[in-house]
């Protein structure tokens, strides 16, 4: 008996529905098995019995597809019934979990797979959007319920301790409330962290598998210095074993902090009588003591910006005997120099106000000061026709207007970018309809929709 029939006598042709259903053994997961070679030359192997008569009568399988089962009998190997799809369309076809979960139209809570509402991970699953919203919202709201109750900007200490005064508060562009020292120790945290991680890649070893004994004192001495430091350890711990390099990388870093020299210490304050100090050719207006009379009522003023900026005007540094006075507010202070040139900034600006609104002493934040420069002129001629005692209060309705402006232009801006965003989706929504298919009906609804909103908007 040849191959071929030996085949067809396992075949019954007599099937329901067409089918050809094989009537000799199967293979584990039910689908018929045909065995084809000889044992003598090791060739012997058991084949797909629908594979086998579909390559038998049509051809072979194109590369990278599978065989499907249109009538889903397992046992049957009727060509007509048999389809080459790739294994994705199978798994669909068939009845599965992979395929019963892609023919539902809706998530467990109800809401449609539809075009707005379904999102596709990287993996290929399907997701709920709304369902996904209400579980973030409902972590979010256990999170706030965790919380301490406290009302919001009423605190007068950050959560490490530091007070919240005018020197150390800063504004965020969305109006938090943060600590500068909570914020300058962050940053430094955050840059000696990553030239430590420029270290490690120098010596090729993992991220945070060694401690190189840089401390924050050290990182401020070699941060300059950084391409140094990172050439030297590349050169020095090349191809070494990562214990080794870490060694080197470690001597490396400690070799260069003792090769770069001190920094050069703020000299002290002059000792001898009172004299007006020249420093760098500048002549200060203050004697020494009266400059640390001067820095000392700085440092106890509530308002420090008017004390700071007559300290800078008559050169209170120069006659303490620092060199700037960037040195001067580093380490009297222990300000920035960045903060210090706000701080000036800011009292140059309120002094202007102030003169405009006729010489009314008024508190301004920075923000304030800034939003008020532009408009001198008005504060100018409306506190001339206002009494002396209404001149903070015509300074307080300007503000007020600057500050109702700069909301309507906030509230145009967000308008602006959601009809944008609608405008877009519009788009997206019209190339769907356009295409035809499932989606089309949902995406000529939510567009009927996103239309009415504009026009309203619009209006």
């Known amino acids: 008996m040849t191959v071929s029939e030996r085949f067809w006598s396992k075949v019954d042709k007599g099937g329901p529905g067409g089918c050809w259903l094989w009537t000799g053994g199967a293979v584990g997961n039910g689908y018929g098995g045909f065995g084809v070679g000889s044992l003598t030359d090791g060739t012997r192997r058991v084949a797909y019995a629908h594979r086998y008569a579909y390559e038998l009568l049509v051809g072979p399988v194109p590369e990278g597809l599978v065989l499907g089962h249109r009538c889903h009998v397992r046992r049957c190997i009727n060509p007509v019934h048999l389809e080459p799809v790739t294994g994705r369309v199978n798994a669909l076809r068939g009845k599965g979990s992979a395929a019963a979960h892609a023919r539902k139209t809706h ?29 973030v919202n409902a972590w979010k709201r256990k999170q706030r ?23 150390n508060t800063y504004r965020s ?13 962050a940053r430094m945290r955050y840059n000696q962290g990553r030239f430590i991680q420029a270290i490690e890649d120098a010596a090729d070893v993992p991220h945070g598998s060694h401690d190189f004994g840089i401390t924050a004192a050290d990182f401020r001495v070699l941060k300059p210095h950084r391409a140094l430091v990172v050439d030297r350890v590349r050169a020095q711990a090349g191809g070494l074993p990562a214990e080794q390099a870490a060694e080197v990388a470690r001597r490396v870093a400690a070799e260069i902090r003792v090769e770069i020299p001190r920094r050069a210490r703020v000299p002290s304050p002059p000792s001898g009588p009172p004299r007006r100090a020249v420093v760098g050719g500048l002549v200060s207006d203050l004697t020494e003591p009266e400059a640390r009379a001067h820095t000392d009522e700085i440092k106890r003023a509530r308002r420090r910006t008017p004390a700071l900026l007559a300290a800078y005007e008559r050169r209170a540094w120069a006659a303490l005997g620092y060199p700037t006075w960037e040195a001067y507010v580093r380490a009297e202070l222990d300000m920035s120099r960045n903060r210090a040139w706000q701080l000036l900034r800011q009292g140059r600006v309120v002094r202007e106000i102030e003169a405009a609104a006729g010489g009314v002493s008024m508190e301004l934040s920075e923000a304030e000061a800034l939003a008020l420069k532009p408009h001198l002129d008005r504060i100018r001629s409306e506190a001339a026709k206002a009494p002396p005692e209404q001149a903070a209060e015509v300074v307080a309705e300007v503000d007020q207007e600057v500050v109702t402006e700069a909301a309507r232009e906030t509230l145009r ?25 499932a989606d089309a009906v949902l995406a000529r609804a939510e567009l009927r929709r996103l239309r009415q909103g504009v026009r309203r908007v619009i209006r």
């Open 173 to 185: 562009p969305r109006g938090d409330r943060q600590c500068r020292i909570c914020r300058r120790a």
């Open 145 to 167: 319920a965790s919380r301490p109750s406290r009302a919001r900007g009423t605190e007068t200490h950050c959560p490490a301790g530091h007070l919240y005064d005018e020197v």
């Open 107 to 135: 998530c467990p809570k109800g809401h449609p797979y539809d075009l707005l509402n379904t999102y596709v991970d990287p993996a290929g699953r399907r997701h709920c959007r709304e369902c996904s919203r209400t579980k």
């Open 413 to 437: 801006l967000r308008r602006e970018r959601r009809q944008h965003r609608e405008r877009q989706e519009i788009l997206l929504l019209e190339a769907v309809v356009a295409e035809g298919g």
